[in-house]
């Protein structure tokens, strides 16, 4: 039973560029998130689709954006890239609806290191 | 508004030595659920325990225990007779009730040293 897997893992990018990150869901989950990491930090919220729909979002300017696919599958676009957006980006799935009663534990990818240069 | 703070930034054991490592959270909801996370070199965030917040009973799952107090606000979590391989970055959790969307706290790095 594959897990959450993300790509690419790594990627360098120039200030001003647009980078897409692709994220595959636990087999049987339709929830996915994405969290920024920046060097030193926690994850950082960014927003959560389900259903294909984004249900929630974090503290994050509209250059990110993203996408859920009917398969689950999701990804995140950066557009204007900045030196900041340098982090990892981690993609995690659940199982659980918008209104699910209990906070499903979040399973995570590897991540995808991005680099802005 | 939600808000979880790991004062510990780095701690440095010998093998088989024990570790706690701090956590305190803040929030206004009711119910919630707390959080441990490992996270490895490899980068991916490995899930450790799911707490809700009307079970305060402690848990030991091997040589992990972790201890909830609602009263201080606090869910520490500690490794007995640690291991290299605990070496990791250890994150603490917060999410609150029918939004399963996580804050984390900035993260323990725990070295244990042989």
């Known amino acids: 039973d594959a897990g959450v897997t993300q790509s690419p893992t790594h990627l360098i990018k120039t200030r001003g560029q647009q980078v897409t990150l692709r994220c595959s869901p636990k087999?049987?989950?339709?929830?996915v998130s994405w969290y920024q990491q920046a060097l030193g930090q926690g994850p950082q919220f960014i927003f959560q689709y389900y259903e294909e729909e984004e249900r929630q979002r974090g503290n994050f300017p509209d250059r990110f954006s993203g996408h859920q696919f009917p398969n689950y599958s999701s990804e995140l676009n950066v557009n204007a890239l900045l030196l900041g957006d340098s982090a990892l980006y981690l993609c995690?799935?659940?199982?659980?609806?918008?209104?699910?009663?209990?906070?499903?534990?979040?399973?995570f990818g590897s991540g995808t290191q991005l680099s802005v240069l | 508004a939600q808000k979880v703070t790991q004062a510990q930034t780095e701690i440095s054991v010998v093998e088989k030595e024990d570790v706690t490592l701090d956590c305190v959270y803040e929030?206004?909801?009711?119910?919630?659920?707390l959080f441990w996370y490992k996270q490895p070199p490899s980068g991916e965030l490995v899930f450790l325990i799911r707490?809700?917040?009307?079970?305060?009973q402690n848990e030991i799952s091997g040589r992990y225990s972790w201890n909830f107090q609602k009263s201080t606000s606090s869910f520490n979590f500690t490794i007995t007779a640690s291991q290299v391989v605990d070496s990791a970055v250890y994150f603490c959790?917060?999410?609150?009730?029918?939004?399963?969307?996580?804050?984390f706290g900035s993260g323990t790095k725990l070295n244990v040293k042989p």
């Open positions: 929030t206004r909801d009711t119910t919630y659920y």
């Open positions: 995690a799935s659940s199982h659980s609806s918008y209104n699910s009663a209990t906070n499903e534990k979040l399973f």
């Open positions: 959790a917060l999410s609150v009730y029918n939004f399963n969307k996580f804050y």
């Open positions: 707490r809700n917040s009307f079970d305060e």
């Open positions: 087999s049987g989950h339709d929830t």
